[in-house]
């Protein structure tokens, strides 16, 4: 198991170690941005990453070895048929390429195709640099990665368990119980806690702070070709960064951005946790981060490709636009801030013995 040295590679100076096969379409030695005049600047006064969560220090291997199968095991659905990982897979850039989540009793089919009896009201959110992160959700409705762990878990749409069911199932595979064990030394028993701190341990892995923009960031402006340089300053032009701001090209701001609404689905955002009428239709500036893969885009995935949502944001602001500019944003987000080197790693096979989902592209 590789997550922890991952991490570490990725947190310090590793020039090379873009996500294996990526790194030739998101790192593509072009024109230097020197030729665009800019000598390696930012649009913006750099900042540095805050520090990872004192959670996440002393956490035992075992606990995120235990996390990544969990994450991946339908043995935590009523329909043994549905896993976290049938809405968050590393094949969609740990979304599900579906407009909204499809949930239990719908097979074991992930991906496009994906049909059932249980469509939830939004769009499976991407799942990268959790770790840092003060709320949780499109509306901000949850704080830590234990507590939203539980919430698809029990939700009759998602997964459908309860916390009995989850425990009963879980001690029957002597496996489960010897990693329990492993994985909480001074707690060592199947408890729907654990459960929730293993789930959370897994996915504070999911870092992306290596993308061809960060390494820019750190001097080598030879990373990012002239379209993606220009992209970037005029990402910077348009204010797109006052939310989506860097490093982590998100913020724990909430705004109503006038996506389509879908019929039939109520959703009123961050309202519904804050009971302020003024937040109706506001949602969180989300991660653009990985997010070439998560199409469609949205709270309700309403828009389909990067470059209609990025043309989207543009018609919510002031400034008059273009083609090309559109364009030139498409291509600093979808290509200058990708590093899936700390993905999901999904198992060759599971404790429980149950198959894992079958993530069909549909074409
Ligand atoms: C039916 C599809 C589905 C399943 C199954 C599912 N999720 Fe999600 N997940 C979603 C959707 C949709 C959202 C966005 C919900 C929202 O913001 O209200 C989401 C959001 C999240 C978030 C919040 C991300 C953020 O940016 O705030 C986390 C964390 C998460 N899921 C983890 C999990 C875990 C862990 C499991 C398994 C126990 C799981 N999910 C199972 C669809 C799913
Ligand atoms: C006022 C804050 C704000 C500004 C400024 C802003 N955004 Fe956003 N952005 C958001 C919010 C909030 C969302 C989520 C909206 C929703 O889903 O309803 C979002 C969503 C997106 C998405 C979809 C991401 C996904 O995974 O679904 C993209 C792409 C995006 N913004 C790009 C941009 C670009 C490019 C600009 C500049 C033209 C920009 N944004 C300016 C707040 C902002």
């Given at each position: 198991m590789l997550i922890l040295a991952a991490i570490a590679a990725s947190c310090g100076d590793s020039a090379d170690s873009a996500g294996p096969g990526d790194s030739a379409d998101s790192a593509e030695p072009g024109d230097p941005a020197d030729s665009a005049g800019r000598g390696g600047t930012t649009p913006w006064p750099l900042t540095a990453f805050p520090?990872?969560?004192?959670?996440?220090?002393?956490?035992?291997?075992a606990r995120i070895e235990l996390g990544n199968l969990l994450f991946y095991?339908?043995?935590?659905?009523i329909d043994r048929e549905?896993?976290?990982?049938?809405?968050?897979s590393e094949r969609w850039g740990l979304s599900d390429a579906l407009r909204r989540g499809v949930g239990q009793g719908a097979g074991l089919r992930a991906g496009p195709g994906r049909q059932g009896p249980n469509t939830v009201r939004r769009n499976s959110s991407t799942l990268f640099n959790l770790a840092f992160r003060e709320t949780l959700l499109l509306d901000g409705g949850a704080q830590t990665l234990e507590e939203q762990a539980l919430i698809p878990l029990f939700a009759d749409d998602e997964l459908g368990l309860d916390s009995e069911t989850v425990v009963s199932e879980l001690s029957a595979i002597p496996e489960y119980v010897d990693m329990f064990a492993e994985a909480f030394p001074d707690n060592p028993e199947v408890s729907i806690d654990n459960v929730a701190a293993a789930l959370a341990a897994y996915q504070r892995t999911f870092l992306s702070m290596n993308a061809s923009y960060d390494k820019y960031a750190e001097?080598?402006?030879?990373?990012?070709?002239e379209d993606m340089t220009e992209g970037m300053f005029r990402f910077a032009e348009m204010g797109c960064?006052?939310?989506?701001?860097?490093?982590?090209?998100?913020?724990e701001t909430f705004a109503n951005r006038n996506v389509p609404e879908v019929e039939g689905v109520v959703d009123h955002g961050r309202e519904e946790v804050t009971k302020l009428p003024e937040d109706r239709g506001k949602f969180r500036a989300v991660t653009l981060r990985n997010i070439a893969f998560t199409e469609p885009y949205f709270h309700n995935g309403t828009v389909d490709s990067l470059a209609d949502a990025v043309r989207h944001e543009l018609e919510q602001g002031d400034e008059p636009f273009t083609d090309e500019d559109v364009r030139l944003i498409t291509v600093f987000i979808g290509k200058a801030l990708r590093d899936e080197s700390n993905d999901a790693i999904r198992p060759a096979s599971l404790p429980s013995g149950l198959p894992l989902s079958i993530d069909d592209p549909g074409q």
């Open positions: 520090p990872l969560p004192e959670v996440m220090k002393d956490v035992p291997e095991d339908a043995i935590l659905s549905t896993s976290c990982s049938t809405c968050h001097g080598r402006p030879q990373v990012l070709t960064n006052d939310c989506h701001a860097p490093p982590l090209f998100e913020s």
